[in-house]
């Protein structure tokens, strides 16, 4: 999940279909929040049709192919409403360009409501002023459905030779609660305190792959998210066209990415690839706030997707051999000391294959453990960048893995495509075993 830093909430004002004004000045954001919850239903309740606008295009920017299409889902319903409208603001020091087309879909809690936006460069901080394609009310943004419309929308619209798609919200990695009870305990991402609902796992692989039958595609997948920069999510899309995935293994700050230092380059640069934009990025956002949350750091990764396979393989090999060795007083000894997250059942996978092959009696569990390790430097697999900021003091190596410590999360997993493809499922409930 992201965490909650910027306490301002906007008050959204439309003066007829193009023009429109967003103030930063308003209620305090807590106060606007509840006010919000009392006139919506409760999370998981049935909730009222939406009301669509047609989005229009921009026309005088829908003709060209640009180098890449920036396409961002901002999940602002709810408690992070304030920090989507501060990185929208961000955007806007830079703004679209002949080489970049930004196109956001911002939804507000406080209105139920969201908007879609191509942005435009201006200096106001304290204002948002590029045009508002279109609204729409009552949307469930914690939908795959929402997002296939949004991204199918943009990529017709705005063409480019790329396509980067920022989700921008909660995240909790793999984790499955859908719909969540109550609807802020976060899971998957992209949670919707108004439906209650969001995208776990399973549901982002088929959006993906439901993205690209229908003649859509994403080359670079970036999550403005806490926690998502895991095997099981990368490994998710498997078979799709997505090259790299930027995420993060730890918790982010509500400011997430400080889109201005990242989008600078980018416009001055635009033929850059998917793992350059990616790395880009990264090395932005761990230098932004080095602090992270609460002094946890920052970590940062950018990961080939279609090296996933290989590192599969070698995953399964590694659970194949400590179980048929029985040496859980190894593995046990190698969870307790591999570098933990804010949810502690995700372990940083290359640390954990590190301390298995010190501590392990077993030549077959120690050659399996290396090969996992090896894979996961950086450059020798599907890490390719990884970064903590100047706070950040354990070991991070660009991957965390479901490495839990009781089952109480453990709902959903035989779902995931790595469970299905490997025996990584059978090593964690073997592990869970007294």
Not at 23 to 48: C, I, M
Not at 296 to 310: F, I, N, P
Not at 386 to 411: C, F, K, M, Q, W
Request: hydrophobic share 45%; charged share 25%; with cysteine.
């Amino acid at each position: 999940m992201k965490t909650v830093l910027t306490a301002v909430i906007a008050l959204f004002v439309l003066n007829g279909a193009a023009g429109y004004a967003q103030d930063f000045a308003g209620a305090d954001f807590y106060e606007g929040l509840q006010n919000a919850r009392e006139q919506l239903k409760p999370a998981g309740a049935e909730v009222p049709p939406p009301t669509i606008v047609d989005f229009q295009a921009d026309e005088s920017q829908a003709a060209a192919v640009k180098d890449w299409t920036v396409m961002v889902f901002i999940n602002g319903k709810n408690n992070l409403e304030g920090d989507g409208l501060a990185d929208l603001n961000e955007m806007e020091r830079i703004g679209s360009t002949r080489g970049v087309n930004v196109v956001v879909e911002l939804g507000q809690m406080s209105t139920n409501r969201l908007a879609r936006y191509y942005v435009t460069r201006d200096t106001d901080t304290a204002r948002i002023s590029s045009r508002v394609l279109g609204t729409a009310a009552a949307v469930d943004m914690g939908d795959p459905a929402s997002v296939k419309d949004f991204v199918l929308w943009a990529e017709r619209r705005y063409p480019a030779r790329k396509f980067l798609l920022i989700l921008w919200d909660h995240g909790s990695g793999w984790l499955k609660g859908n719909p969540v009870q109550p609807a802020s305990d976060a899971k998957g991402i992209s949670d919707d305190w108004t439906t209650g609902h969001n995208i776990d796992t399973p549901q982002l692989g088929r959006l993906v792959r439901d993205i690209e039958a229908a003649g859509g595609r994403v080359d670079l997948l970036a999550m403005d998210a806490c926690l998502m920069q895991v095997a099981e999510v990368a490994y998710e899309m498997k078979d799709t066209r997505v090259s790299h995935i930027a995420a993060s293994e730890e918790i982010e700050p509500g400011s997430g990415y400080p889109y201005d230092r990242w989008l600078r380059p980018l416009v001055r640069n635009p033929g850059m690839g998917a793992a350059q934009l990616g790395t880009t990025i990264a090395r932005t956002y761990l230098a932004a706030a080095p602090d992270g949350f609460q002094g946890t750091g920052l970590t940062y990764s950018v990961v080939e997707v279609a090296k996933m396979r290989d590192l599969a393989v070698k995953m399964d090999a590694l659970a194949r051999a400590a179980m048929a060795a029985d040496d859980k007083a190894a593995v046990l000894r190698a969870r307790a000391e591999a570098t933990r997250y804010s949810l502690a059942d995700n372990k940083d996978l290359r640390r954990f294959s590190q301390l298995l092959m010190q501590y392990s009696e077993k030549a077959e569990v120690k050659a399996a453990a290396a090969e996992v390790e090896r894979m996961l430097a950086v450059g020798q697999g599907p890490v390719v960048f990884s970064g903590v900021s100047a706070r950040r003091t354990t070991l991070s190596h660009g991957l965390a893995a479901y490495i839990p410590e009781n089952a109480n999360d453990i709902n959903g997993y035989s779902e995931l495509k790595l469970s299905a493809d490997t025996q990584w499922d059978e090593f964690v409930n073997w592990l869970l075993r007294p």
